[in-house]
């Protein structure tokens, strides 16, 4: 991800090869998360919108996006391992139960829990590697667990239980 415009040097927003643990401080925290989770949202909306029971349609972007989250969200543990202060407490308090509501959101999507169905339906199943069909098995179990398959009055109070 290029460096949002509202926190140029935020090093949680460059691209990297390697995270660059050196250069993060308690103080970005809290806008690069945010800026973080704000442009995960709008990928997860567009694959929403146009997502397709097709591993490149599917997997790889989905991928893309929990991959830079964890990613980013490893940068801030491990700074809190090693740098551990009230400021950076804070801030990861302050900003987790955004974190928390996205990975909600993303793990009850019902477009992605349906291609994923789509795709362990469809005629390709029977042709899909092993560790391929386990991906797809592992991300519906994956949705159940976190509440796709509720009526919405028991998801709005599993999110609750969640968030917590």
């Known amino acids: 991800m290029a ?6 040097l935020n090093p949680l927003l460059i691209d990297f090869d390697f995270p660059p643990y050196d250069s993060v401080t308690a103080d970005h925290v809290r806008p ?3 800026a973080l989770l704000q442009h995960l949202e709008g990928e997860l909306d567009e694959l929403e919108k146009t997502v397709e029971p097709k591993w490149e349609k599917l997997v790889e972007p989905l991928e ?6 964890t990613v980013v969200w490893g940068i801030v543990n491990h700074l809190k391992s090693v740098q551990d202060s009230p400021e950076l ?14 990975e909600l959101r993303l793990g009850q999507s019902k477009p ?16 899909l590697s092993e560790a391929r069909k386990r991906i797809v098995e592992i991300q519906l179990k ?7 398959s509720l009526d919405d009055d028991k998801r709005e109070q599993f999110n609750q239980i969640q968030q917590v």
């Open 3 to 8: 460096a949002a415009a509202a926190a140029p």
């Open 32 to 34: 690069g998360v945010r």
């Open 64 to 69: 893309k996006i929990l991959d830079r989250l």
């Open 89 to 102: 407490r804070s801030a990861i308090e302050e900003v987790q139960p955004e974190k928390v509501k996205f």
């Open 112 to 127: 992605l829990y349906n291609a994923f169905k789509a795709i362990r339906g469809s005629s390709d199943w029977p042709q």
């Open 142 to 148: 994956e949705a159940v667990l976190s509440g796709v």
